[in-house]
């Protein structure tokens, strides 16, 4: 699998042919996925608390600690 412009893939994502749409999403799915863990690594390392982290993502304390491990960090 290449790695491709997200960009690019949003484009893609927007394809009259399904199986395109449904592939680009996937990789951009991906791709935010790791972002994402990316990030929340960042703030936990720069002292964000689990609830600070949530509040950015809007979802509860309990599900960013949940997805994230949140047991690996454990300062709060």
Not at 48 to 58: C, K, M, Q, S
Request: aromatic letters at 2%; charged letters at 30%.
């Amino acid at each position: 699998m290449s790695v491709r412009p997200l960009d690019d893939l949003a484009v893609d994502a927007m394809s009259d042919d399904p199986v395109t749409a449904l592939r680009a999403i996937r990789l951009i799915h991906v791709e935010l996925s790791r972002l994402e863990a990316v990030a929340v690594r960042r703030a936990r390392t720069a002292g964000l608390p689990w609830a600070g982290i949530a509040d950015a993502l809007g979802v509860t304390r309990q599900a960013v600690h949940r997805k994230h491990g949140g047991s690996r960090f454990s300062r709060d």
